[in-house]
């Protein structure tokens, strides 16, 4: 984002403070579709409202902080992913990003499968009814356990990291005489992040398996030898909220050239090609990513043509996306408790939240966007930064934004596009108690994860 000031300038400042921000909207009232889920709107008081419920509504019902996830959005944007292809590929909803058992529930209706990546998130998705063979298995460094779990559960790929990995999943799918099917995670050389990709020949980082060398194709070799595993085909997963293709073309490149290389080596032509995740979602009104079926597009298109090249057939392909399918459709609604002005720099608007229940903007400076929800103003703009109440100047939850001048304590802001990433990364720093996630359909409101309570910390805390 750029860095400029603005003639309109905030109150206290001649010359705007160093910070990630353009000039005040036109309209600080304003919800942009593009940043708010789907049902999101103010009513004729100018109050927010989530399926036609006030905020104020909910924050008297729910509490605040807490996430409202919009439902309806939630299952449009599955079948968007899962139209995109026409059926022609398998869509993995990624766990990690935001995991229920409602949302397991949304995701076997919608027809998609589901990534988990640990035994916690196997638990939730085997508890809520997902087959086992609509999961995939995630992870670098899987347990015994965990792979003997998901093993025994039957779940429909185990995607390999390592070679030492290779040889565990063998032994236990051969102690419980099984043949697992898998796929192999290799590392393209490409990591994208937004709007650019970096290509390097070594991938310095912890995933996959890498391309460079020859070390994916000796993790074929191994695989291929091992009766207990059946190899179906190659994984990649390039990087997080990316917008340009260009980074998925390189890597799909590279990826079909290796099942190419197999071909020619061991006459296999293996199956299925799973391209990952990491579409990136609008956190403010400057994102602009594309929709599900230009994506999908985009990738069958790359997939063909570099199939077509090597005189392959088109494999199966599968993606992940996280984010975009949960990211937009929740907001967090907080309350102003403290508001101080810093002359010439900006105003610090603390809320009854933070870093406990969204750690991106301290993690990755991730930016959003943030709206006073409880009612509208016809104040100007000030500049200001959303902070938390935890004891860390760290504890930002939005950076820099605009907010009408006559904000008060007792004011609910709300925070979009924090659906993925945030409950599930979320923590007791202070022993916080975790905030709730409601899910309203239709008009109804109901919690889906409850909030937690000071019983919960004095639970596990065995004194
Ligand atoms: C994290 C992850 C995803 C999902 O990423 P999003 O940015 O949420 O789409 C998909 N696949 C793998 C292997 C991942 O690690």
């Keep these: 984002m750029s860095r400029s000031a603005h003639p309109a300038g905030p109150r206290h400042a001649d010359v705007l403070p160093e910070g990630h921000y353009t000039a005040p909207p036109a309209d600080l009232n304003a919800l942009d579709p593009r940043v708010w889920s789907r049902t999101v709107t103010r009513d004729a008081d100018g109050v927010a409202t989530l399926g036609g419920i006030p905020v104020t509504r909910l924050a008297e019902e ?31 909803y990624a766990g990690k990003a935001f995991l229920s058992r409602a949302v397991v529930g949304w995701l076997h209706e919608e027809g998609l499968n589901l990534d988990v990546c640990s035994a916690g998130e196997l638990t939730t998705a085997l508890a809520a009814g997902m087959p086992a063979e609509r999961i995939a298995m995630h992870g670098n460094n899987k347990t015994t356990d965990e792979i003997e779990r998901a093993v025994t559960a039957g779940v429909g790929r185990i995607v390999l990291d390592s070679f030492q990995e290779i040889v565990r999943v063998a032994h236990i799918a051969e102690r419980l005489g099984r043949r697992q099917r898998v796929q192999i995670r290799v590392t393209v050389g490409v990591e994208a992040h937004t709007h650019e990709f970096i290509a390097t020949a070594h991938e310095d980082q912890k995933f996959g398996i890498a391309l460079a060398d020859g070390q994916a194709a000796e993790a074929v070799r191994r695989v291929l030898k091992l009766d207990s595993l059946e190899l179906a085909g190659i994984h990649s997963h390039i990087g997080s909220q990316i917008f340009d293709m260009a980074g998925f073309e390189v890597s799909a490149r590279r990826v079909v050239q290796l099942l190419a290389e197999v071909r020619d080596e061991h006459g296999v032509e293996l199956p299925e090609i799973d391209l990952g995740g990491g579409l990136g979602i609008a956190y403010t009104s ?32 599968s993606v992940e996306p996280g984010r975009a399918i949960v990211g937009p459709t929740t907001f967090t609604l907080y309350e102003v408790g403290t508001l101080k002005e810093l002359p010439g720099l900006r105003t610090y608007v603390s809320v009854d939240g933070g870093m406990s229940d969204n750690i991106r903007t301290a993690l990755y400076d991730a930016e959003y966007s943030v709206a006073l929800a409880s009612r509208v103003s016809t104040a100007g703009p000030m500049l200001s930064r959303v902070v ?43 022993h916080a108690l975790r905030p709730p996630v409601v899910a309203v359909k239709d008009g109804k409101a109901r919690v889906i994860m409850r909030r937690e309570t000071e019983e919960d910390l004095l639970r596990l805390d065995v004194g």
Aim: charged share 25%.
């Design 62 to 92: 729910f509490g605040t902080p807490a996430y409202f996830l919009d439902e309806d959005d939630f299952r449009a944007r599955c079948r968007a992913w899962h139209d995109a292809f026409g059926g022609e590929a398998d869509v993995f």
């Design 286 to 317: 400057e994102d602009d990513p594309r929709e599900p079926h230009e994506i999908a597009k985009s990738l069958s298109d790359i997939v063909t043509r570099e199939c077509a090249a090597a005189g392959l057939a088109v494999p199966r392909i």
């Design 388 to 430: 938390g109440k935890h004891c860390e100047s760290g504890d930002i939850v939005v950076k820099d934004a605009f907010l009408p001048a006559d904000l008060a304590p007792g004011d609910l802001l709300a925070v979009p596009a924090t659906g993925a990433y945030c409950r599930s990364m979320a923590s007791n720093y202070n």
